[in-house]
């Protein structure tokens, strides 16, 4: 099927649904080691900042945000902003993985500031602003997408995250996040992103209110949007943590995320990297999906706030991370968010 | 399984005709499924054999660890729990404490796990009376107790032989003994890990003799500090040997090893891929032992809901109170309800079945209610498929 080119959703849901465990993680493991025919598995140093928790979108996932006004709500200022820079430099870190919410009183301004000042005082890659935010900046603002990404961009955006796409179908968004940018807004930001020259990457968030074939529809949204572009650098499923959220149910478990993971790798022909999520899985499932199709064990997250805020805290150090590639088989190799080696 | 081609290619192609027809791996089999790079390729054939013996079924069973004392005349380096007489963190539950517990979550109860340490004074008549009031308090729930190291440590302490304490134990009301201290047979790692512990012969002897006294046990493995791959396979080909004479190993259970707090702290615990290697060699070596587990405790929820497609078909049980595991840093929760684990066994695509101690399958429980429907229930059809 793979071999006779490219799988179509009803080829994929047949797969999805119907192909044995281990025959569905066998073809993806094949495909990923015929795109990466080295045995490198790699990761990222960087750190996640969060420079606020305030947000008017009131996702019912969410289990991080605070309305305006909330005791527990908080905006980084400078002096913080810098020391969380500067430890992460320090720890050989090369990227800033930089997001907040919707806050309403804050400016585009603000964010341009932001980034200028911090990359006047540092050299480090700043992958900020989910779609999400920059459609809030842009009806805030009342001005394009377009010319939100092309003034972040000269303030020193590197690249976007694809953070905020949950389930690209609007019936699961109206539902879980109705607040939220749609999913032909998403993908226009990740376009018009492509077409100014930065680089992204793409998420799914899972396991939450979606039937099955609807992250399949996600998949093959993204695959349209990668044909046209070839922007994305690498797509990252995760499991939603249902704890202290509005939506009740049980986590996902590892089988039915490694099943997700291997028909994520065979759809996305088109996608260099499929990352594994130690985040959310653990580090244990996390090693287990380099042989479902991930090839990229992520990022070290020197701090993690938002599915810390669902209850879910693993640690990872850089040797932990590299033993637990090699023990898999692999080597382990340090990358930038281009994935490039380095 | 996979389709051939794939095991050719990893040069497993003789291993995967063996357990085609149901034939015996060497111990040389095994070292090379343990060195095979391909995960899928060695669960798929571990997977194959688990869904010859039982289908889509995955066990479970509604049960209570009760850990008397951690009091300890051994001093073995891989254990946290252990303490010696008069340390402030030592306890030694009384009978009224444990049967108190027992007390206290005994709805449903089926089986009561009764571990504890070498305990250098509670006579043999302490043990026996327990059991007698636990069978008092709960007729209809399974006594598994006691590993081989203690019923041997009971027996020198009494001057008896180890018949005669099985024998008094069993009529005291003792159904099932669990399989710890076996950890690994080879008497190098012994020597240098647990110098005082019951031997491998002796641990064997235990078994084999409770065996002919008709009285089941599980077998275990600790697998994970400083033991070699050939000494995991030795140690599974010395019970595969010993359940061929007697037939009474019910389940096997790899535990891996947890460093934390222990005097092997400086070693790094066992990765996802050992973990579910371990259990699948375990499937395909042991292949005259009906059962393999996957510990929850010790293993993370969602490394044993991925060992079911490894060889386990069983996710032990409810538990409820731990100490051995967790004193040694295991990260999981005290216990879990019968829906959680029935909601994680469907939510793999099997069918949770409540078992007993000896794994008959308890069916006039009423079903828990379905725990994961949604997006999840196409999880759910035959043969692991979604």
């Known amino acids: 099927m793979i071999e006779n080119g ?164 609007d019936s699961v968004r109206a539902r879980v996040s109705p607040r939220k940018c749609s999913t032909s ?7 018009e992103a492509h077409a100014q020259g930065l680089r992204t990457t793409a998420t799914m ?84 999906a380099l042989f479902f199709g991930a090839n990229d064990f992520g990022s070290t997250m020197i701090e993690e706030n938002v599915v810390a805020a669902a209850g879910v805290r693993f640690r990872l150090s850089i040797e932990e991370i590299c033993r637990i590639i090699q023990s898999a088989g692999f080597e382990p190799r340090r990358r930038n968010m281009a994935y490039e080696l380095i | 399984m996979l389709e051939a081609r794939y095991f050719k290619r990893l040069g497993l ?37 688990r869904t010859r013996l039982h289908g889509n079924i995955a066990y479970y069973v509604v049960n209570r660890h009760i850990n008397y004392t951690n009091i300890c005349v051994n001093g073995c380096r891989f254990c ?18 444990i049967l108190d517990k027992i007390r206290a979550n005994g709805d449903g109860l089926t089986e009561i796990h009764v571990v504890g340490g070498c305990h250098p004074d509670l006579p043999l008549s ?10 008092e308090i709960k007729a209809d729930a399974c006594i598994k107790a006691f590993t081989a190291v203690e019923i041997a440590h009971f027996a020198k302490k009494e001057g ?51 065996h002919e006294s008709g009285i089941k046990t599980n077998a275990t493995m600790l697998y994970g500090h400083i033991e070699t791959v050939r000494e995991r396979l030795e140690h599974m080909a010395a019970l595969r040997e010993l359940q061929d004479r007697t037939g009474g190993f019910v389940c096997f259970i790899p535990l891996t090893f947890q460093p934390a707090n222990t005097a092997l702290g400086h070693l790094a615990p066992s990765t996802g891929v050992d973990d579910l290697k371990t259990i699948a060699v375990s499937r395909l070596m042991l292949d005259n032992i009906a059962h393999i587990k996957a510990y929850w405790v010790m293993l993370s929820v969602k490394l044993a809901q991925a060992a079911l497609y490894f060889g386990a078909d069983d996710f032990d049980g409810t538990v409820i109170e731990e100490k051995i595991g967790h004193m040694a840093g295991a990260e999981s929760q005290q216990g879990m309800t019968r829906r959680e684990i029935e909601g994680i066994i469907r939510d793999a695509g099997l069918d949770p079945v409540e078992r007993d101690s000896l794994f008959t399958r308890l069916t006039t429980r009423p079903q828990v209610a379905n725990s994961c429907e949604g997006p999840r229930s196409i999880l759910r059809r035959d043969d692991g498929r979604v």
Not at chain 1, 50 to 66: H, I
Not at chain 1, 185 to 191: A, G, P, Q, R
């Open chain 1, 6 to 169: 490219r799988l179509d959703l009803d080829q994929a849901w047949d797969l999805y649904s119907n192909a044995d465990f281990h025959t569905l993680g066998t073809m993806a493991h094949e495909v990923r080691l015929k795109k990466h025919s080295q045995p490198l598995v790699t990761y990222i140093v960087d750190r996640n900042i969060n420079y606020s928790n305030v947000c008017v979108c009131g996702c019912r996932f969410c289990a991080f945000f605070r309305p305006p006004g909330h005791s527990e709500s908080f905006v980084l200022n400078r002096a913080e902003l810098s020391e969380k820079i500067e430890e992460t430099l320090r720890l050989g870190g090369t990227q800033i993985l930089l997001q907040g919410g919707h806050h309403p009183g804050l400016p585009l301004s603000f964010y341009e500031e932001m980034l200028s000042f911090i990359k006047s005082r540092y050299s480090i890659h700043m992958h900020a602003f989910s779609p999400p935010e920059i459609v809030f900046f842009s009806r805030l603002e009342g001005i394009g997408i377009a010319e939100v990404i092309s003034r972040l961009r000269v303030a020193g955006l590197d690249s976007i995250p694809g953070g905020g796409a949950e389930i690209l179908v």
């Open chain 1, 185 to 191: 807004e998403w993908l226009s930001v990740m376009e």
């Open chain 1, 205 to 288: 968030m899972f396991g939450h209110e979606e039937a099955p074939r609807d992250r399949l529809v996600h998949l093959f949204a993204l695959r349209d949007l990668q044909d046209r572009t070839g922007g994305f650098t690498a797509f990252i499923p995760w499991a939603f943590q249902p704890q202290n959220t509005a939506i009740p149910r049980e986590t996902e478990g590892a089988v039915s995320y490694l099943r997700l993971l291997a028909i994520s790798r065979l759809v996305l022909d088109n996608f260099d990297n499929i990352q594994a999520s130690w985040v959310t899985m653990g580090p244990k499932i996390a090693q287990l």
């Open chain 2, 13 to 49: 192609e003789e291993i995967a005709n063996k357990v085609a027809q149901g034939q015996r791996l060497s111990i040389s089999d095994g070292e090379r499924l343990f060195a095979c790079p391909d995960m899928n390729a060695v669960g798929s054939l571990a997977h194959h054999v």
């Open chain 2, 80 to 97: 946290a729990f252990s303490r010696k007489k008069g340390d402030p963190l030592s306890f030694e539950l009384s009978e009224d404490e």
């Open chain 2, 126 to 135: 302490f043990f026996e009376d327990l059991l007698r009031k636990i069978r």
């Open chain 2, 160 to 210: 008896k032989s180890v018949k005669e304490v099985l024998e008094r134990l069993k009529s005291a009301g003792l159904q099932m003994l669990p399989g710890g201290g076996a950890e690994v047979f080879s008497s190098r790692i012994r020597e240098r890990l647990c110098p005082e512990k019951l031997d491998a012969n002796g641990w064997l002897d235990v078994m084999r003799q409770a």
